[in-house]
């Protein structure tokens, strides 16, 4: 057998050492000196979230029938990738009904993204609107084909849908993406140390998601996903989608709706419930009536959740926050969410239309300044007020995971914003480039922070 020569392991060991010298060192620095952003929600994924849980909203009236054909729709309406409306059927109107009252002539060239397959009541509408894209849920549709079977209501709309889908000028299609790898353990990770769930933890360290994150996990699945695989199959051949009801795609499908759920269930699980809710920050226990009258805790509670699903695409390499604006018009009645309608969403990020690393992303520990991210980051209530759809003189609130600092503070005042929803994370810290000093002295604006009952 031929030994190596002497030099040639010289040769192998400088090698190595090389790799120590140069190499680790270099893979520490990508890692660790400039973290980059973590995995991201793709945007479809995100509007398909959004969906489902306004499928979920709170209802004044008793809860669905389990014998009624037609089921509760969100709807997700989005124009030049923001979305301009959340909405989801109500006692009188279907989610895309209540989209053309809401929006009419400007759905044109929108993109809508139902959590079910619409009626073809909607569905008609909805074309005859101009909108540019519909995409949809492949689970269940509006007029259910599982319960209490197929009967030929749901055979008749399925083949009008078609119809309509097929003459239809808008792409009628499903929209679902793969996680990004790693998203899912990110998602579990952040929604344990969220603010919400760490000001809790500080009053009751017993606190966990876990359970809750179960829970929701077999509620959703139950609502969201079609139970067997022989009858997933034939919902989707019935609504013409037999090349997804076939192998490999049937099983890629059903993984990414599971995996959305899962999302949905890890999120949701961040915002403790129970015994918790949003107080108003001054006067904690007076007012918790009069506070209940004003928006429901479970109101309250599903709208910081929207807010935490935006959390998820932040260009911030250290830190996700996510807002939501409502208004709370005089109407009332026609859609599920009463007589409350959305005003705008945004999360942190750099300017729009920026490249990736074109800005600084350190925070204050670095010591050059310049190297700081603050002067260029957008935070999520300046992307909410910026790209606002509407611009309501009565009663706005905003619902965002982190305490607003003091740059967004005049900007939430100019815009009229009369109710704030938040947590009390960082509230009253100055950290150099960010302060959070002003918060707790605002006047005028109704402040309520997540807390415990008592
Ligand atoms: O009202 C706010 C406040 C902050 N941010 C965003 C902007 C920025 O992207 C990030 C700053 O967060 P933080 O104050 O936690 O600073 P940090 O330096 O990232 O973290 P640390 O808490 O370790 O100082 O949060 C908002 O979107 N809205």
């Given at each position: 057998?031929?030994?190596?020569?002497?030099?040639?392991?010289?040769?192998?060991?400088?090698?190595?050492?090389?790799?120590?010298?140069?190499?680790?060192?270099?893979?520490?620095?990508?890692?660790?000196?400039?973290?980059g952003p973590g995995p991201r929600l793709s945007?479809?994924n995100?509007?398909?979230?959004?969906?489902?849980?306004?499928?979920?909203?709170?209802?004044?009236?008793?809860?669905?029938?389990?014998?009624?054909?037609?089921?509760?729709?969100?709807?997700?309406?989005?124009?030049?990738?923001?979305?301009?409306?959340?909405?989801?059927?109500?006692?009188?109107?279907?989610?895309?009904?209540?989209?053309?009252?809401?929006?009419?002539?400007?759905?044109?060239?929108?993109?809508?993204?139902?959590?079910?397959?619409?009626?073809?009541?909607?569905?008609?509408?909805?074309?005859?609107?101009?909108?540019?894209?519909?995409?949809?849920?492949?689970?269940?549709?509006?007029?259910?084909?599982?319960?209490?079977?197929?009967?030929?209501?749901?055979?008749?709309?399925?083949?009008?849908?078609?119809?309509?889908?097929?003459?239809?000028?808008?792409?009628?299609?499903?929209?679902?993406q793969p996680l990004a790898p790693g998203l899912a353990q990110f998602v579990?990770?952040?929604?344990?140390?969220?603010?919400?769930?760490?000001?809790?933890?500080?009053?009751?360290?017993?606190?966990?998601?876990?359970?809750?994150?179960?829970?929701?996990?077999?509620?959703?699945?139950?609502?969201?996903?079609?139970?067997?695989?022989?009858?997933?199959?034939?919902?989707?051949?019935?609504?013409?989608?037999?090349?997804?009801?076939?192998?490999?795609?049937?099983?890629?499908?059903?993984n990414n709706?599971?995996e959305?759920?899962?999302v949905?269930?890890?999120?949701?699980?961040?915002?403790?419930?129970?015994?918790?809710?949003?107080?108003?920050?001054?006067?904690?226990?007076?007012?918790?009536?009069?506070?209940?009258?004003?928006?429901?805790?479970?109101?309250?509670?599903?709208?910081?959740?929207?807010?935490?699903?935006?959390?998820y695409?932040?260009?911030?390499?250290?830190?996700?926050?996510?807002?939501?604006?409502?208004?709370?018009?005089?109407?009332?009645?026609?859609?599920?969410?009463?007589?409350?309608?959305?005003?705008?969403?945004?999360?942190?990020?750099?300017?729009?239309?920026?490249?990736?690393?074109?800005?600084?992303?350190?925070?204050?520990?670095?010591?050059?300044?310049?190297?700081?991210?603050?002067?260029?980051?957008?935070?999520?209530?300046?992307?909410?007020?910026?790209?606002?759809?509407?611009?309501?003189?009565?009663?706005?609130?905003?619902?965002?995971?982190?305490?607003?600092?003091?740059?967004?503070?005049?900007?939430?005042?100019?815009?009229?914003?009369?109710?704030?929803?938040?947590?009390?994370?960082?509230?009253?810290?100055?950290?150099?480039?960010?302060?959070?000093?002003?918060?707790?002295?605002?006047?005028?604006?109704?402040?309520?922070?997540?807390?415990?009952?008592?």
């Amino acid at each position: 057998q031929k030994q190596p020569k002497k030099g040639q392991n010289i040769t192998k060991l400088q090698h190595y050492r090389c790799l120590f010298i140069y190499l680790i060192p270099l893979i520490l620095f990508v890692c660790v000196v400039s973290p980059g952003p973590g995995p991201r929600l793709s945007k479809v994924n995100l509007f398909t979230l959004l969906s489902l849980w306004m499928e979920l909203f709170p209802q004044e009236e008793a809860e669905e029938d389990d014998n009624d054909q037609v089921r509760r729709v969100g709807l997700v309406v989005v124009q030049d990738t923001k979305v301009v409306g959340l909405h989801c059927s109500g006692a009188e109107l279907h989610a895309g009904q209540t989209a053309i009252i809401q929006h009419g002539a400007r759905l044109a060239d929108c993109q809508l993204f139902f959590s079910r397959r619409p009626c073809a009541t909607c569905l008609k509408m909805i074309i005859n609107a101009g909108v540019g894209r519909i995409s949809f849920w492949p689970g269940d549709p509006e007029i259910s084909m599982l319960k209490p079977s197929i009967t030929e209501e749901a055979a008749l709309d399925a083949m009008a849908t078609e119809k309509l889908k097929s003459n239809s000028r808008p792409h009628i299609c499903v929209l679902l993406q793969p996680l990004a790898p790693g998203l899912a353990q990110f998602v579990t990770e952040t929604s344990r140390d969220c603010d919400f769930m760490q000001t809790m933890a500080d009053d009751d360290p017993t606190l966990n998601t876990e359970e809750q994150r179960t829970r929701h996990l077999k509620d959703f699945s139950r609502h969201f996903l079609v139970g067997s695989s022989q009858q997933h199959q034939e919902i989707l051949t019935q609504m013409g989608l037999e090349n997804f009801s076939m192998e490999p795609y049937f099983s890629n499908l059903r993984n990414n709706m599971r995996e959305l759920v899962e999302v949905l269930a890890t999120v949701a699980a961040g915002v403790p419930r129970q015994h918790y809710g949003f107080y108003r920050l001054d006067t904690l226990a007076v007012n918790y009536l009069n506070d209940l009258k004003r928006m429901p805790q479970e109101v309250a509670c599903h709208c910081i959740i929207q807010a935490r699903l935006l959390e998820y695409r932040t260009e911030d390499p250290k830190v996700g926050v996510g807002a939501v604006i409502w208004a709370k018009g005089q109407l009332a009645g026609c859609d599920g969410t009463g007589c409350l309608y959305l005003v705008g969403c945004g999360y942190n990020a750099y300017p729009a239309g920026s490249q990736y690393a074109e800005y600084p992303q350190m925070d204050n520990k670095q010591e050059d300044r310049q190297r700081r991210k603050y002067r260029y980051i957008i935070h999520a209530e300046q992307n909410a007020l910026t790209f606002r759809s509407e611009h309501p003189e009565e009663s706005t609130m905003l619902f965002v995971t982190k305490c607003p600092c003091d740059e967004c503070i005049p900007l939430i005042r100019g815009a009229g914003i009369t109710h704030i929803y938040t947590s009390d994370q960082d509230m009253g810290k100055d950290k150099t480039d960010i302060s959070y000093l002003r918060f707790s002295s605002l006047k005028n604006i109704h402040k309520f922070i997540v807390s415990s009952e008592d």
